[in-house]
Every structure is written in structure tokens, then in C-alpha cells.
Nanobody
Framework: QVQLVESGGGLVQAGGSLRLSCAASGSIFSLDTMGWYRQAPGKQRELVATIARGGTTNYADSVKGRFTISRDNARSTVYMQMNSLKPEDTAVYYC???????????WGQGTQVTVSS
């Protein structure tokens, strides 16, 4: 199996920055696409950003130009730099990874990001 552990969430004022990290461990043979999703209270979980193993990225329109996703394949870790944070970015952020050898998606436990106005 694969375990994903997020870190880096917290409380920040509007306009501030945070950097999220997600480290994968366990039966990792070849992580494919990794990404970040978020879920605000009373809302559905939504995609924030994804990054393929080769580096191709995809962003939700709401975070384009403010968030940057990156990964370190040697460390099986994905990062997300979040700048110019807004109160509407407040949510629990979840790491996600697809492992082709298991044909399965894995989720982290989530990390809270709170942006105060």
C-alpha cells in the first residue's frame, strides 16, 4: 500500500503564503500523477492542481497565477506553493497520488488551511 502524509497547513492572513508538502511512502514503485484537492465546509471536494510524473501541470482557474505545484520524484514528494491567499482558499487540502501498478488512487489525511480576512 501507499501512505501520503501532508504538512504545511496553518492560519495565514489574506495576501500571505503557505507551502504544502506531501510525502509518499510504502509500496512505491512508480508514482504517476500527483495532485492537491481541497474541500471547504459544506462544499464538494474540488481539484486544485495536478502534476504528472514528467512535470506537466494542471490548475483550477481559481488558483492560476497564485499557486504553483511541483514534485521531487527522487523523494516521492509533491509540493504546492500558495501565494496571494484569499479567504475563499480556506479548506482542508488533500494530497492525491495515482499508482499505476496498483491501478489505484491514494489520499492523504488532509491539512487545514485557514485564510483570515
Amino acid at each position: 500500500q501507499v501512505q501520503l502524509v501532508e504538512s504545511g497547513g496553518g492560519l495565514v492572513q489574506a495576501g500571505g503564503s503557505l507551502r504544502l508538502s506531501c510525502a509518499a511512502s510504502g509500496s512505491i514503485f512508480s508514482l504517476d500523477t500527483m495532485g492537491w484537492y481541497r474541500q471547504a465546509p459544506g462544499k464538494q471536494r474540488e481539484l486544485v492542481a495536478t502534476i504528472a510524473r514528467g512535470g506537466t501541470t494542471n490548475y483550477a482557474d481559481s488558483v492560476k497565477g497564485r499557486f504553483t505545484i511541483s514534485r521531487d520524484n527522487a523523494r516521492s514528494t509533491v509540493y504546492m506553493q500558495m501565494n496571494s491567499l484569499k479567504p475563499e482558499d480556506t479548506a482542508v487540502y488533500y494530497c492525491n497520488a495515482y499508482v499505476p501498478i496498483f491501478n489505484s488512487y491514494y489520499w492523504g489525511q488532509g491539512t487545514q488551511v485557514t485564510v483570515s480576512s
